[in-house]
């Protein structure tokens, strides 16, 4: 399918994971892709990988500079911006609100909320110069149900879930569609902080999702690319469960 074909993307936290996945299908299905992360080098070799239809750069999404210079770099080197999506995440700390540190409390909530407000605030006005387009916001089911010791990761989530809400409501009128998609556990090096393989992640999380398994960062890209394109054109303010069923328990 081509059902981007001809459009930009912009991706935040793309140098792996679930953002490198991202990129791999928008380039799949015709997208010109902007891979920015922190980590410029891994962003690089995605880039390079995917060929002339995608550019990396630097960005720091918690620094105003570095978020609009690279929407600056969608403009300069693809001429227009047609969708973004916010999947940087900071590490999280495993922890309860007595037990969190001031500081991991404060890098949660900066890279995944501030870090979409600021990337929004940039990017939204170029989409909608172009005649509108679509915005993703990467959550998790730990947005709409909690989980213990993250409270900090449940607040970030579930703000980001609300934030694409409240952002629907004010971009109708450029035709600028937000969303939220909110996975499951997933196969990335997330995981593998908590456990030693991905065999192990999947035996120890699948049996909480009613499918009985982890995800892979593909199902989660299918996802993306659906609320990136027409196909999703009367989808706006929603979040979109990718979760195998873990929220229905």
């Not at 001429?79 to 309860?96: C, F, I, K, M």
């Not at 009613?210 to 996802?223: H, N, Q, S, W």
């Amino acid at each position: 399918m081509n059902r981007l074909d001809g459009s930009v993307v912009l991706i935040a936290g793309a140098a792996s994971g679930i953002g490198a996945a991202i990129a791999r299908r928008c380039v799949a299905e015709g997208a010109s892709v902007v891979c920015a992360d922190q980590e410029l080098a891994a962003a690089q070799a995605l880039a390079d990988g995917l060929g002339a239809a995608a550019a990396a750069c630097h960005c720091d999404v918690t620094d105003a500079a570095s978020a609009c210079g690279a929407v600056g770099i969608a403009r300069q080197r693809f001429g227009r911006l047609d969708g973004l999506v916010h999947n940087a995440a900071a590490p999280s700390t495993n922890a309860n609100v007595v037990d969190l540190d001031e500081h991991s409390w404060r890098r949660e909530l900066d890279v995944s909320l501030t870090g979409a407000f600021l990337m929004s605030k940039f990017a939204v006005p170029l989409i909608a110069a172009g005649g509108g387009g679509s915005v993703v916001f990467i959550g998790s089911q730990f947005g709409r149900v909690a989980t213990s010791r993250a409270v900090a990761y449940c607040a970030a989530k579930a703000g980001l879930i609300h934030l694409a809400k409240a952002m629907a409501v004010d971009h109708a009128p450029d035709k600028v569609r937000v969303n939220s998609l909110s996975p499951g556990a997933v196969a990335t090096a997330r995981l593998l902080r908590r456990f030693p393989d991905y065999e192990a992640a999947n035996a120890g999380l699948g049996p909480a999702h009613l499918l009985g398994r982890i995800a892979e960062p593909d199902e989660i890209a299918a996802a993306a690319a659906f609320l990136l394109s027409s196909d999703a054109s009367f989808v706006t303010g929603s979040d979109m469960l990718v979760d195998g069923g873990y929220a229905t328990r």
